[in-house]
């Protein structure tokens, strides 16, 4: 579908990434500090089937084009349901439902699967962002009443980005992720020495605990990383995911992490679990992204049940790599319950919405203000029982 905005300028949606050269996609998406928003990764979710229309991920992305030249895109997806969001907004379906509103399909913006912040347009340097933004919400809202779509939402979204869709008349809702920031650490000590001195002991001795089971985490990069290694992380995704049942969120297939060594390894870290005996074979593995000064956990695995391997193969050992290679921001993924104690302080996050249905709008925006006041107060209380020392709470 094509439609012509004033001259020189025309409005394509598109069903597939690969409909547009990668070149003029990364144009606008290397620029950015999120890795989730570039042509291979979001194509490799299409290409191996784990966002696409059988999985309820229809893709359906906006670009905008001056004459020939790409100079905005919006990934979108037509959505059935709502897993693998991370922003749980079923109470919203089920009000839905009740007073008789069809909640299903909405259009989404969020890279499939990914809790990371950094969600936004992506707009070529030098172009009037407010100007183009106008533009693409405008086709957005023209998409939505045509096709009778509830509501279009942006998840995990870029904090820049946020006052820009505000001035456009999208609402912010409030939610936390659990970030670790280089506070100028030189070494692992350094990281250590913000904990009180309990905490400062379970950090060690959960590390020590690798290493009487004789087992060395080695972090491994780009073309270090043998190519067996990624089908065996799908393994240790599915095994973990498995453990979970219904709860374990397997979105991704094996084909998607066989095609990151030949499109992505140079963004990818893997923490592999080495025993004394076999140098060749993790036993256990955690998969990061890293790109900038930013460094991502996406999963974890392990053929054995090791005591705190999970700790140190998912936060101390990247924590140790992020200090060395002066990464200054760690997100190891969604969940809490572990983080908190581990130096992963409460930070804020921000999902935008907008509602095409006035009886969704009229409830939903009073309740999104009332939220947002009981998550700043939950922040702010998880915060101040971080284990640190009185000289860094």
Not at 110 to 131: H, K, Q, V
């Amino acid at each position: 579908m094509v439609e012509k905005l004033k001259p020189r300028y025309s409005i394509a949606w598109i069903s597939k990434i690969a409909e547009i050269p990668q070149e003029a996609w990364d144009a606008l998406a290397l620029p950015l500090k999120t890795p989730f928003l570039e042509w291979e990764w979001l194509n490799n979710l299409e290409t191996s089937h784990s966002a696409t229309r059988k999985t309820g991920w229809l893709p359906n992305h906006l670009t905008l084009w001056r004459d020939r030249t790409l100079i905005a895109a919006a990934p979108l997806y037509l959505k059935g349901h709502s897993a693998g969001e991370f922003v749980f907004d079923h109470q919203w379906a089920s009000l839905a439902e009740r007073i008789g509103v069809d909640y299903y399909p909405k259009l989404l913006g969020m890279t499939p699967f990914t809790p990371a912040e950094g969600y936004r347009f992506l707009i070529a340097p030098g172009e009037d962002e407010d100007e183009i933004t106008g533009m693409m919400v405008h086709e957005i809202d023209s998409f939505c009443s045509q096709n009778r779509i509830s509501g279009c939402h942006f998840l995990y979204v870029d904090p820049e980005w946020r006052a820009v869709l505000e001035r456009q008349g999208f609402s912010s809702w409030l939610h936390h992720s659990y970030i670790w920031e280089n506070d100028g650490f030189q070494n692992f000590d350094d990281y250590l020495a913000v904990f009180n001195a309990n905490q400062r002991r379970n950090i060690k001795r959960e590390r020590k605990a690798v290493e009487k089971a004789g087992l060395t985490l080695q972090p491994l990069t780009g073309d270090e990383i043998p190519h067996s290694l990624f089908p065996l992380m799908y393994q240790f995704y599915a095994d973990t995911c498995d453990k979970f049942g219904w709860w374990g969120s397997k979105y991704l297939t094996k084909r998607f992490f066989e095609q990151l060594h030949s499109n992505y390894r140079h963004r990818v870290v893997f923490f592999a679990a080495y025993s004394e005996q076999d140098n060749r074979h993790p036993i256990g593995m955690s998969f990061c992204l890293y790109k900038g000064d930013r460094l991502y956990g996406r999963y974890w695995g392990s053929f054995q049940e090791i005591d705190c391997l999970h700790f140190d193969a998912c936060y101390y050992s990247p924590i140790e790599w992020a200090i060395a290679h002066d990464i200054q921001m760690f997100d190891p993924g969604a969940g809490g319950r572990h983080k908190k104690r581990r130096g992963f302080p409460a930070k804020p996050n921000q999902s935008l919405h907008r509602f095409y249905n006035a009886r969704l709008e009229q409830i939903l925006l009073p309740y999104i203000r009332e939220v947002n006041q009981l998550e700043q107060q939950e922040i702010e209380a998880m915060n101040a029982e971080l284990p640190f020392s009185n000289s860094n709470s």
